[in-house]
């Protein structure tokens, strides 16, 4: 046996809590289902900010979940960046839940396009935390930012990686 | 503010707990939320990684 574990996201004023999410569909609608077709960003506009976190529903008999790596692979549309709470050092602690938005996040760490060579998102507001029983990480906060010359969308992969102890 | 609902992301169904959530028999899935047949059919290779570089970890 090992852990069980899944990608929530919350939305919405009441912080809807959607689980076992399959994807991340980024976009001008406040969903976890958002379909960026139907919702597209205007260049030079942002996405909703996405707040998702690692939740371990089972330890499955393990002691330990830790050292929590975000990243993503593969190139954003045009000259758009991707912005995160996600850092390996300066870490600001666990973000606060807020209603997602589509102005400019305050969260200005570049979403690595490779796996860190740390931790660089917390539990329980710290980079160095553990779940040692069921429970979710801190939020990872993330916004793609288009760039007004930017014509098209793109697809990429989000990577979330834990380490486990027996 | 209205109080936080749960939904499970496969079946959509909605909970007011998250216990509530994780003991739920999903009708996609076919297991519990904990059961790690929901990580989808790459759950083996999922975890034993995981495993392993906890392992690698603790030797450093």
Redesign the interface.
Same mark, same amino acid.
């Given at each position: 046996m090992a852990a069980t574990v899944e990608i929530d996201e919350a939305n919405t004023v009441s912080e809807t809590l959607s689980h076992g999410i399959s994807d991340t569909d980024m976009g001008t609608a406040d969903s976890a289902t958002v379909d960026p077709v139907a919702n597209p960003v205007i260049p030079g506009s942002n996405t909703y900010e996405k707040y998702q976190k690692i939740h371990v529903t089972n330890m499955g008999g393990s002691s330990k979940i830790d050292n929590l790596r975000v990243w993503r692979t593969g190139s954003l549309g045009g000259a758009a960046t991707h912005k995160t709470n996600a850092r390996t050092t300066s870490y600001a602690g666990a973000a606060t839940y807020a209603t997602p938005v589509t102005t400019t996040s305050s969260y200005t760490q570049t979403m690595p396009t490779s796996e860190p060579g740390s931790a660089n998102l917390g539990i329980g507001g710290s980079l160095s935390g553990s779940l040692t029983s069921t429970g979710s990480s801190d939020y990872l906060v993330h916004q793609i930012q288009t760039n007004a010359s930017d014509t098209a969308g793109s697809t990429s992969t989000m990577n979330y990686e834990y380490d486990e102890t027996a | 503010? +209205? +109080? *936080?609902?749960?939904?499970?992301?496969?079946c959509g169904n909605e909970f007011v707990s +998250?216990t509530d $959530?994780?003991n739920h028999d999903c009708n996609v899935t076919g297991v519990k939320?904990?059961?790690?047949v929901?990580? &989808?059919p790459a $759950?083996e290779v999922? *975890?034993?990684k995981?495993?392993e570089? &906890?392992?690698a970890?603790?030797e450093q």
């Open positions: - | 503010m +209205e +109080e *936080q609902k749960h939904v499970c992301a496969r +998250e $959530y994780v939320p904990s059961d790690p929901s990580m &989808g $759950y999922i *975890q034993a995981a495993l570089r &906890g392992a970890r603790a």
